[in-house]
Antibody, heavy 120, light 107 residues
Framework: EVQLVESGGGLIQPGRSLRLSCAAS????????MHWVRQAPGKGLEWVSG????????AYADSVKGRFTISRDNAKNSLYLQMNSLRAEDTALYYC?????????????WGQGTMVTVSS | DIQMTQSPSSLSASVGDRVTITCRAS??????LAWYQQKPGKVPKLLIYGASTLQSGVPSRFSGSGSGTNFALTISSLQPEDVATYYC?????????FGQGTRLEIK
């Protein structure tokens, strides 16, 4: 079964850091680009960042550029999101998402998400 | 950046109705357009990619059309289980952008 399982979310104070992880299974992880997408409570979907299969191409939304870092470890079938200088507006459910194929492609598999709440 | 504008923002229709949701890109995106369905409390699900290709397992009552800047998602005969919020997404390049969503309800 194809599965993405996120972890690492929680309640964090503004300005602090948090690292999200995503464990992939059921498919050949290093064949596909991966992304993080977030959804603030009651709001729509916002793409955060994407990484190609070999980490050769990485892209970020302007809202997180310079604060967030995406990475992957193909040997561990894992995707990561290092989030620094967190702000209240980063509060959201963060989804780990698989591209159909290339970095710029539709997203065919979504994890259940991990909630990040930034509040003092 | 390319903006994606969906309409309407909400829609109420009867079971069996034909329903159409539109999505407009601020610049041409060829057919790099996907549609997602998000049921209440659930994870988004890919319905259509490449503007008109149905994802495996998606009922055939869903269809997509358009290219360039104007796109549409059509449900040929609305079913109760189609109650959801629908999002379009452009993925031709970064930043990947979603429309604001269309909430579909049963009348």
């Amino acid at each position: 079964e194809v599965q993405l399982v996120e972890s690492g979310g929680g309640l964090i104070q503004p300005g602090r850091s948090l690292r999200l992880s995503c464990a992939a299974s059921g498919f050949t992880f290093d064949d596909f680009a991966m992304h993080w997408v977030r959804q603030a409570p009651g709001k729509g979907l916002e793409w955060v960042s994407g990484i190609s299969w070999n980490s050769g191409t990485i892209a970020y939304a302007d809202s997180v550029k310079g604060r967030f870092t995406i990475s992957r470890d193909n040997a561990k079938n894992s995707l990561y999101l290092q989030m620094n200088s967190l702000r209240a507006e980063d509060t959201a459910l963060y989804y780990c998402v698989k591209s159909r194929d290339l970095l710029y492609d539709a997203f065919d598999i979504w994890g259940q998400g991990t909630m990040v709440t930034v509040s003092s | 950046d390319i903006q994606m504008t969906q309409s309407p923002s909400s829609l109420s229709a009867s079971v069996g109705d034909r329903v159409t949701i539109t999505c407009r890109a601020s610049q041409g995106i060829f057919n790099y357009l996907a549609w997602y369905q998000q049921k209440p409390g659930k994870v988004p699900k890919l319905l259509i990619y490449g503007a008109s290709t149905l994802q495996s397992g998606v009922p055939s009552r869903f269809s997509g059309s358009g290219s360039g800047t104007n796109f549409a998602l059509t449900i040929s005969s609305l079913q109760p289980e189609d109650v959801a919020t629908y999002y379009c997404q452009k993925y031709i390049s970064a930043p990947v952008t979603f429309g604001q969503g269309t909430r579909l309800e049963i009348k």
